[in-house]
């Protein structure tokens, strides 16, 4: 290489396009850092809107930034499916389609370690949207549990007769007590078939999301952290930025608002 090359190489100015991997590569950096578990359909839908990038590109920069979705083994969860009470027939038979909101909701229940304990959490998704309409904690895994989400969802959504809701065959869903819920609110109730989790998958995969994004990234010292950390998992982050694949890679807020918007 000739001096005059040589100096030429030291003094030559970044690219427009390196500029530019640059400018993403700081964004993507800062992304990952705070949702670790986002893998590269999820950056790259967060990143397309304001760089107007392509798959490839991020793909790249994540390589070369050595950036890879941190997710773990999800706890099984529980459920108590050994009791007398009457079982509801499987409205869904897993067709996991809605045409608008409040048209069918599904159900379920975790458990989220603590250093106090168990603490449990129910929640109430809308199929449609993938909103966590509704949602409740307890120290105890109790039909009351279950029925503080579901009065949630209604408060908040209204819905009108005729709405179906889907969870599987735990007690708490099929005592007396839900069931005259659901038919005070007018709610058609259905269960998944005996032994078959696949029946319920869609309220399955938010605690997939809720274990891989919240709960394994650190040890809740208290019950009371750990309701601080789901109250901003479901509001501030699942609800209102998280981008789903099944809804256009939008966030459940804006996915619900423009249906709206659209429909008025």
């Known amino acids: 290489m000739s001096r005059s090359a040589y100096y030429a190489f030291l003094n030559r100015k970044p690219s427009r396009r390196e500029e530019r991997d640059r400018e993403i590569l700081r964004a993507l950096i800062w992304l990952h850092q705070r949702h670790p578990t986002f893998g590269l359909d999820s950056l790259y839908a967060l990143l397309r809107p304001v760089f107007r990038c392509g798959r490839e590109r991020i793909r790249r920069l994540m390589k070369q930034a050595n950036i890879r979705s941190k997710r773990h083994m999800a706890y099984k969860k529980t459920t108590n499916s050994n009791h007398n009470n009457p079982i509801a027939p499987n409205l869904l038979v897993r067709k996991f389609l809605a045409e608008r909101p409040n048209q069918a909701w599904v159900g379920d229940i975790t458990y989220v370690p603590t250093g106090e304990g168990w603490l449990y959490l129910a929640i ?129 807020n804006a996915f619900e608002r423009a249906f709206w918007s659209y429909a008025a």
């Open 124 to 252: 109430v998704k809308d199929l449609y949207t993938k909103r966590v309409v509704g949602w409740a904690t307890s120290d105890r895994f109790d039909t009351q549990l279950t029925l503080a989400a579901l009065h949630m969802a209604v408060r908040r959504q209204r819905p009108k007769p005729g709405l179906m809701f889907h969870s599987d065959r735990g007690v708490q869903y099929a005592s007396k007590a839900y069931s005259q819920a659901l038919g005070r609110y007018k709610i058609e109730q259905s269960m998944s078939r005996r032994g078959d989790p696949y029946d319920n998958a869609v309220a399955e995969n938010f605690f997939s999301c809720f274990k891989c994004e919240c709960a394994h990234l650190k040890h809740f010292m208290t019950k009371g952290q750990a309701k601080t950390d789901i109250f901003q998992y479901i509001e501030t982050f699942y609800n209102n930025f998280r981008p789903h694949s099944a809804i256009s890679w939008m966030a459940p």
